[in-house]
């Protein structure tokens, strides 16, 4: 069991990024998810969009992002680095350029999101990238069979937000229940971990990893208090 901190790649410039992921790690954090800001951020929220404007505004040149990540792998071989990238990044990249990019730097876990169809979703999964896929808490069946065929790890939301099936009321029922359904793939489980006892509760719950974001994102500012909050998220792993 792991926390995954949220890592705004560029925010405020890449170079505090890059020391941020040092902080991180040294507070105990094994996995860290690291993204490419989206000129198109439409499924974040204003704080999230915010920051990926910001970082674009400073430098926009996508292949600096690109050694950015790779001097975060270099500086932290034991942390495993999960890549998020919207569909329109990818294409401004190009999406051979971006596979290329990832198989050369072993960076095979991506949450790709924003996706018109599955076509360049495929083309990763062709290629040898493990891209993850989105169950809501509700248990939507078009979900499960999608998070079936992926072969990347199931990114399984923590908390209702709506709507409750009744057949899986708690997370460790919809953990179970993609279990069944032949499920082998690790489960992260995230949206409203905000607290350490939310950790804990995922990892009763069965699942691999607990999502932390906003929680760390906003004491950037104060690393002490940051790296003490991170500690004890770990501590519950």
Not at 63 to 86: F, N, T, W
Not at 171 to 183: E, K, M, P, T, V
């Amino acid at each position: 069991m792991e926390i995954i901190c949220y890592l705004s790649n560029g925010y405020p410039t890449l170079e505090h990024s890059y020391e941020m992921a040092i902080e991180y790690a040294d507070a105990g954090c094994g996995m860290i998810e690291i993204d490419f800001p989206s000129r198109d951020p439409y499924l974040e929220g204003e704080y999230i969009a915010g920051r990926m404007a910001k970082a674009l505004e400073v430098c926009d040149d996508y292949d600096k992002y690109m050694d950015s990540i790779i001097a975060v792998q270099k500086r932290l071989p034991g942390v495993q680095l999960l890549v998020l990238a919207y569909e329109n990044t990818v294409e401004e990249i190009g999406a051979d350029k971006f596979i290329r990019f990832c198989l050369d730097n072993n960076l095979k876990d991506i949450l790709l999101v924003g996706l018109k169809d599955n076509a360049i979703k495929d083309k990763f999964m062709e290629a040898g990238l493990r891209v993850s896929c989105y169950v809501q808490y509700h248990m939507v069946p078009e979900e499960i069979e999608m998070a079936k065929k992926s072969n990347g790890f199931v990114y399984m939301q923590a908390k209702p937000t709506g709507n409750i099936n009744p057949q899986y009321p708690l997370l460790s029922d919809c953990i179970a229940h993609l279990r069944a359904c032949g499920i082998e793939s690790p489960i992260y489980c995230g949206v409203g971990v905000h607290a350490p006892e939310d950790v804990k509760m995922v990892k009763e719950a069965g699942g691999d990893a607990a999502f932390v974001g906003s929680t760390i994102l906003k004491l950037h500012e104060d690393i002490p208090a940051l790296k003490e909050m991170i500690g004890k998220f770990a501590a519950q792993c």
